[in-house]
């Protein structure tokens, strides 16, 4: 399996580390962007991606290197640290690029045969929000297959927590890996995204812009076609 890992900070700690222990039990290989040092651009909103094209975005060349490798990936990896009780800047302003990605707009196909998995770590509280700030995103990309992962590690730096916690999150995360790859052969997307793009698919036969119409319609995915089909 090809893994992609996209860090939500430019530093290795305890959610970088515990994101790598994962794709190395998934895979030989791994590849891995660290946020703001890869990719550090603010979304400008002027909605070019939208009502045009991704390519018209001011920042599509620097993102286009993350974009082929999550396309490429079978398991993406979106790992943030808790930042008030959220994810990071960085990620968030990573995934705001992405906007015109949602199904509600030009939905890519290939994210409807990969698993994500959204890791989040701090020292006490806040991993639910930080998690579900990128998962939102993994979802709304059609992405089949979400896990979500997410522990109080109790220390600000990794070489600080302690060896029983390091035991709990290596058991955990080898329970995880099995998982990811028991669904393999055997992916499909959930019924509540296969209902969503059902959705999707009656308001695009008018579309909310011309761009988006224009995808869906070649597609053919406002007729009979499904990009989990094939």
């Given at each position: 399996m090809k893994v992609t890992i996209i860090h939500g900070q430019s530093h290795s700690?305890?959610?970088?580390?515990?994101?790598?222990?994962?794709?190395k039990k998934l895979s030989s290989e791994y590849e891995e962007f660290f946020l703001p040092r890869d990719f550090g651009e603010f979304c400008?909103?002027?909605?070019?991606?939208?009502?045009?094209?991704?390519?018209?975005?001011?920042?599509?060349?620097?993102?286009?290197?993350?974009?082929?490798?999550i396309d490429n990936a079978d398991i993406v990896i979106l790992a943030s640290p808790v930042y008030v009780y959220h994810s990071t800047g960085a990620m968030k302003a990573f995934l705001d690029h992405y906007g015109w990605r949602w199904m509600?707009?030009?939905?890519?196909?290939?994210?409807?045969s990969k698993q994500a998995v959204c890791i989040s770590t701090a020292a006490g509280a806040g991993m639910n929000s930080a998690i579900k700030d990128m998962a939102d995103s993994a979802f709304f990309w059609g992405i089949a297959k979400t896990y979500k992962y997410g522990i109080a590690v109790r220390e600000v730096s990794w070489e600080n927590v302690s060896s029983k916690r390091k035991n709990k999150i290596e058991k955990d995360i080898e329970t995880l890996a099995k998982k990811i790859t028991s669904k393999e052969?055997?992916?499909?997307?959930?019924?509540?995204?296969?209902f969503f793009f059902s959705i999707m698919c009656k308001m695009?036969?008018?579309?909310?812009?011309?761009?988006?119409?224009?995808?869906?319609?070649?597609k053919g995915w406002t007729e009979n076609k499904r990009p989990w089909k094939k």
């Open positions: 700690g305890s959610t970088c580390n515990i994101a790598r222990i994962l794709a400008l909103g002027c909605c070019t991606c939208f009502e045009e094209s991704e390519t018209k975005c001011p920042h599509y060349e620097k993102l286009l290197p993350l974009t082929n490798s509600v707009h030009r939905p890519e196909e290939k994210m409807f052969k055997n992916l499909k997307p959930s019924l509540k995204t296969k695009q036969k008018n579309g909310f812009n011309e761009a988006d119409k224009k995808y869906w319609k070649a």
